[in-house]
């Protein structure tokens, strides 16, 4: 275990559910993250939270909606997804979102496979 | 634009063989170098980094990777692998400027057969 924990393991949902997804880290970690990992693709970082402040939205579709409510929680909400969004989504975390290398070391949970049909 | 390669989509190995995956990055100036491991079904592992020092870098399970500087290189070796290594290889790097922001290449899938 990687002290980075992500439910659910696996979502089905339709094109008008709305669903989220969590991730909580056990690190004492400040910075969070959101990717999606497609087949055949590289990772996509989509957003980055620094002591709960959104640092980075990468050009992410508003259907999309990322919440913070600390350091230690991380939420994906989901609506009016598209087929092309299945995909895993990937959780990580690091001590803080810096230049200084020591700290930038990310580490990963299992994700959540999502399927929309 | 940064970006990572990897060469390699998917590599079939006989155990005991010796492994070498590659890996460039586009960018000359300061960067951090990971290797992550994904097994199936399982959450990204870190294998190895580099920040700075020694360009051959240690890893866990018998990995190692080796920073070249004038090629743009990180590549993975292990000098005789397991069916166990069998799962995808990504190498990501921390390019100077970009905040900490992590850069992937589309990994390599490791298959080895025992």
């Known amino acids: 275990e990687t002290g980075v924990t992500q439910t659910p393991r696996h979502l089905v949902m339709g094109m008008t559910n709305k669903k989220s997804l969590k991730c909580e880290q056990h690190l004492g970690h400040n910075a969070m993250y959101w990717y999606k990992q497609s087949a055949k693709k590289p990772l996509e970082l989509m957003f980055v939270?620094?002591?709960?402040?959104?640092?980075e939205n990468n050009s992410v579709p508003s259907r999309f909606s990322p919440e913070c409510p600390n350091s230690s929680h991380l939420f994906l909400h989901l609506h009016t997804l598209q087929p092309e969004d299945s995909a895993l989504y990937l959780c990580?975390?690091?001590?803080?979102?810096?230049?200084?290398?020591?700290?930038?070391?990310?580490?990963f949970g299992a994700g959540t496979r999502l399927s929309v049909l | 634009a940064q970006s990572v390669s990897q060469h390699n989509h998917h590599v079939i190995l006989s155990e005991a063989a010796s492994l070498e995956l590659g890996c460039n990055y586009s960018y000359g100036g300061t960067v951090n170098l990971f290797w992550y491991v994904q097994y199936p079904g399982q959450h990204l592992q870190l294998l190895l980094k580099y920040f700075s020092g020694d360009p051959l870098v240690k890893g866990i399970k018998g990995f190692e990777a080796e920073f070249i500087k004038s090629k743009f290189s990180f590549n993975l070796r292990k000098p005789s692998v397991q069916w166990s290594d069998t799962a995808e290889y990504f190498c990501?790097?921390?390019?100077?400027?970009?905040?900490?922001?992590?850069?992937f290449g589309k990994g390599t899938k490791l298959s080895v057969k025992p």
């Open positions: 990580a975390s690091s001590q803080e979102r810096v230049e200084v290398m020591a700290k930038n070391i990310q580490y």
């Open positions: 939270y620094n002591f709960k402040e959104q640092t």
């Open positions: 990501a790097v921390i390019f100077r400027g970009s905040q900490g922001n992590l850069i």
